[in-house]
């Protein structure tokens, strides 16, 4: 059997389009299609923690990662990469994604349709990532997902650990003016 092959035919005085195919002709405007204003929400599809699938130690960590507003590690988990999707379908390949590590980041990084960040070695201290994304027609979701990050320091960088420090060093140079002075006072 033969096959008919499709034709396209403009129309340049009223714009429009034909194209036939096997079961007859479609005919549309151009001008008719619109941009889709869909704003896309964003999900947080896996976090690695140095480089190894997310385990939750903590109690708080525990649960849906996307129900999460807040995560707590300790200074040796400090290397995050997290891997988001925009909850747009029609052309994944074609959302954008925008990021920023308050705290770290001096302003939104545009990652394009890469949708992955990795923060490697992050200091001690308190951060939020914020993740904004774009359907495939380039509407940008302005509200961000958002993800509060804690990253405890060492033992010995806490401020309770100074204040230790310094009693215990104040203390032994007391005992060592308690004791000099018990000499001076037995010569």
């Known amino acids: ?44 599809s896996e976090l690695l923690v140095n480089d190894n699938p997310f385990e939750p130690k903590r109690e708080k960590n525990k649960g849906n990662l996307n129900e999460k507003e807040s995560l707590t590690f300790n200074y040796q988990d400090n290397t995050l990469s997290f891997r988001f999707v925009a909850l747009d379908y029609s052309d994944p390949e074609a959302n954008e994604y925008y990021y920023q590590m308050e705290g770290y980041d001096e302003e ?41 990050l804690i990253i405890i320091p060492p033992i010995y960088q806490r401020w309770w650990f100074y204040l230790l420090c310094l009693l215990v060093v104040s203390a032994i140079m007391y005992a060592i003016f308690q004791y000099r002075l018990e000499q001076a006072l037995k010569v």
């Open 108 to 148: 939104r990084v545009y990652a394009g349709s890469r949708n992955f960040v990795r923060y490697p070695n992050l200091p001690a201290g308190a951060y939020t990532l914020k993740i904004w994304a774009t359907n495939s027609d380039k509407i940008l979701n302005e509200i961000p997902k958002v993800l509060s």
């Open 1 to 44: 059997t033969a096959y008919a092959r499709n034709a396209c035919i403009s129309v340049p005085s009223t714009g429009e389009i034909w194209v036939g195919g096997r079961n007859g002709v479609n005919t549309f405007h151009p001008k008719d299609i619109k941009l889709s204003n869909f704003k896309p929400n964003i999900s947080i």
